[in-house]
């Protein structure tokens, strides 16, 4: 039998229906991951500042030293500079999606609550010694290396544990919606991330990444003392993930007079009315067993390539806003904030649709289509005015970041609840860490070509990127055409076809 976690008093207390703790763990989770995106996004507004254009800055005060790049911060003071923030872009990125597929796992078997604070807190204190490197004086690439994969695998704590904390408390119902609102957290972690770093990336760029440590070490001690991982822990009742057929309910409690199921899709026995009992704790379900899931393949590889779009947008955005609109550093950490905000409507857009559609990889393929020739346009457009381009970063953002949102989020959560495994929520932490770590394999890819490929011309990334667009739509074919059939045989039923 399951032992009921430790939960504190007090919120028993002030929290005595299930709505509240809903919203109470809607909140938590938000601003939990809000503070891990906002301690990733600092070194892409810092770029510009460790390898600026000097000459700006007025005549060199040490005659010993280039006159175009004395004020840069070695070792990123010469002319593989792009590679080498390619090297710390990947060593976060590579970490994250080796110990993407681990922390899965541990999330299962570890009291989530623990498993997210304490991450919080760690990864706070990575961030912050990569900053404190400003102040220490330390130009070793090593350090900035080592600390970056330290944090790469401490941050992969963070996401297993919010989407399994917010599916154990959701049903499949509206989780669309819910969780393509709840996604915005990343985008506005983006945002606030971009704002906080900008504030001293140009006085005191270790501030930029100190203060976010700050912030994210703390929301993880909140998140210990106030976060409630299960209903039934504060004897509140577990959502239905998914509708039951006749064939898996036992025909002794279907009425004939109501039918299996009530207008809200509940049985019609009411949970609240029956008797609690202690349920068999259920076995966490291997790596393999996950994989056999329908549809987590598909979507996994589909996020592979559409996080390898978003993460090169993520860390290499601003600075390529420097070096084709000729902004300085905070200004183009600022524009690039719209690309998030077109995330946020873009995650809610998807969201949206795909609960009134029941289709979630079609929503995303036509997202992906509709995106691949605007992030052309952008790039040969985008530069003609501000207004020109603060509409493009906002709909690119929004058709890159709202596939990326739902597959993240809500397509996680079904197939992490999925009929398949006859009510064994447990799986949904090793299903959200196989699907984000093989996107993240994507994640730490995008910035590493974009790196290598940037020197040849900024066209060539837009068109790597597209052609990652492209992959990510192909790659959901099989399940759209699934999909499709599924929507044409209830019509064709209705007016008389016989359906194969």
């Not at 049903?171 to 709840?182: D, S, V």
């Not at 259920?282 to 592979?304: D, K």
């Not at 501000?386 to 739902?406: H, K, R």
Request: proline share 6%; with cysteine; aromatic share 10%.
């Amino acid at each position: 039998l399951r032992p009921p976690k430790p939960v504190p008093q007090t919120l028993t207390s002030l929290l005595p229906s299930s709505h509240s703790y809903r919203g109470l763990t809607l909140v938590l989770t938000f601003l939990s991951y809000t503070s891990y995106h906002l301690s990733r996004k600092p070194i892409s507004i810092v770029k510009s500042q460790l390898h600026p254009n000097c000459s700006a800055l007025g005549p060199n005060p040490h005659n010993d030293s280039n006159s175009t790049t004395w004020c840069s911060w070695a070792p990123f003071d010469g002319d593989n500079y792009n590679e080498l923030f390619g090297a710390l872009d990947n060593a976060f990125l590579v970490a994250y999606a080796i110990g993407m597929f681990i922390s899965g796992i541990f999330g299962e078997r570890l009291p989530l609550r623990y498993y997210l604070s304490g991450g919080m807190v760690l990864s706070g204190l990575f961030t912050a010694l990569f900053g404190l490197g400003y102040f220490w004086d330390i130009h070793m690439l090593w350090y900035f290396v080592i600390v970056q994969v330290c944090n790469g695998l401490v941050q992969t704590t963070g996401w297993p544990a919010v989407v399994a904390c917010v599916g154990n408390w959701f049903g499949k119902g509206k989780r669309g919606l819910i969780m393509g609102i709840w996604n915005s957290h990343t985008s506005v972690g983006n945002i606030l991330g971009s704002l906080i770093a900008g504030v001293w990336v140009s006085s005191a760029w270790g501030l930029s990444f100190v203060v976010p440590g700050i912030i994210i070490a703390t929301m993880g001690i909140i998140c210990f003392f106030f976060l409630v991982e299960y209903p039934e822990d504060v004897d509140c009742n577990p959502p239905l993930h998914h509708v039951m057929t006749i064939s898996e309910k036992d025909p002794e409690a279907v009425t004939s007079n109501e039918g299996p199921l009530g207008l809200s899709g509940q049985s019609s026995v009411d949970p609240s009315n029956s008797p609690k009992e202690p349920a068999e704790e259920p076995e966490a379900i291997s790596f393999l067993g996950a994989l056999r899931i329908p549809g987590v393949v598909e979507f996994s590889l589909c996020l592979l390539f559409a996080k390898l779009v978003s993460y090169t947008f993520l860390y290499w955005l601003p600075l390529y806003i420097v070096n084709v609109a000729h902004f300085g550093a905070k200004e183009a950490g600022d524009l690039s904030t719209l690309f998030d905000v077109g995330g946020i409507l873009g995650g809610i857009f998807a969201g949206l649709v795909s609960d009134y559609t029941g289709g979630r990889a079609t929503t995303c393929c036509v997202m992906l289509v509709v995106a691949a020739p605007m992030l052309f346009l952008y790039n040969h457009v985008g530069q003609n005015g501000i207004g020109t381009s603060i509409a493009m970063l906002i709909i690119c953002g929004a058709l890159v970041n709202g596939p990326y949102a739902l597959i993240t989020t809500a397509v996680s959560a079904d197939l992490g609840t999925h009929e398949s495994l006859k009510g064994n929520a447990r799986a949904l932490s090793t299903v959200t860490a196989i699907i984000d770590g093989t996107g993240s394999v994507g994640a730490a890819l995008g910035p590493l070509l974009a790196g290598l490929i940037s020197p040849t011309g900024w066209n060539n990334v837009f068109y790597m990127l597209i052609a990652a667009d492209v992959l990510a739509c192909l790659l959901l074919a099989r399940v759209v055409v699934k999909e499709a059939r599924g929507w044409c045989g209830p019509m064709a039923r209705q007016r008389g076809y016989v359906v194969t």
